[in-house]
């Protein structure tokens, strides 16, 4: 039993290492130590048992650690086994290009949300893919479109909002607000809550038995998917996008 038990703080403390690098920022022993709450001995061996496992390589000039190119092989394999991918992929790459806008699909896990793909159209284009990265459920379109999915206790835990614009909503009944009106419109939006100049529209994706567990959006330059005169249209097409993912993941409307 002590043995399993040491295994288990072994694990529990190299799964720390790997996500001090979650900010993709590289790093040095010692950081990773402070962020990961270990020791620099501990986390000196980690790494080195992580790098023979190609989980963490390390700069030969910098010395400087970052997370290793074998992460790249799991997590491809995780992303094709993953549902509503498999069934929303060329949906929303289909859209991007249709539209010229961007178009995410983020799942949700427990309290967050995190990007499935995303597509770029020409009028929205990036220089970094947002595949893997956690999506603030407040400050975004994609993640308050789910939070009709959460029980009050669950938006509670959300507390307290960080604040990312001077837009961004960090006051706790502006929250219930936006998942009341979430869930009466059927969509989310969002103009420069989460970056200045950005905008979006987003919808919840549904699995078979009627759960929010992702959702899709559409996205681009404020200037560019012009909210102001063409919100009716987009919720209308991200709706109905949604809507075509959740009946792909087995759901086909309320029990009657």
Not at 186 to 204: D, H, I, M
Request: charged fraction near 20%; aromatic fraction near 4%.
């Amino acid at each position: 039993m002590a043995s399993d038990k040491s295994t288990n703080q072994s694990v529990e403390k190299a799964v720390a290492v790997l996500e001090s690098f979650a900010d993709g920022q590289p790093r040095r022993v010692g950081d990773v130590a402070q962020a990961a709450g270990i020791t620099q001995s501990t986390a000196s061996r980690l790494l080195a048992t992580l790098e023979t496992a190609g989980l963490v390589e390390r700069d030969p000039i910098t010395t400087l650690y970052f997370l290793g190119s074998e992460l790249l092989t799991l997590a491809g394999v995780a992303i094709n086994q993953n549902p509503v991918h498999r069934v929303g992929r060329q949906i929303a790459q289909n859209l991007a290009s249709e539209l010229g806008l961007g178009v995410n699909i983020a799942m949700l896990r427990g309290t967050e949300l995190v990007y499935l793909c995303h597509f770029e159209g020409r009028n929205s284009p990036k220089s970094h893919t947002l595949m893997g990265q956690r999506v603030p459920i407040h400050a975004t379109s994609i993640g308050k479109s789910t939070l009709p999915g959460f029980s009050a206790a669950a938006r509670r835990a959300l507390l307290p909002l960080t604040a990312f614009t001077e837009a961004t909503i960090t006051d706790p009944l502006a929250l219930e607000r936006e998942a009341a009106l979430a869930a009466r419109r059927g969509y989310a939006t969002e103009v420069e809550e989460f970056v200045l100049g950005r905008a979006s529209v987003a919808a919840p994706i549904l699995d078979q038995l009627g759960r929010i567990v992702a959702a899709i959006s559409i996205s681009g330059p404020r200037t560019t998917i012009d909210l102001e005169t063409r919100e009716a249209e987009l919720a209308r097409i991200v709706i109905e996008t949604a809507d075509r993912i959740s009946s792909g993941l087995g759901y086909h409307g309320p029990a009657s």
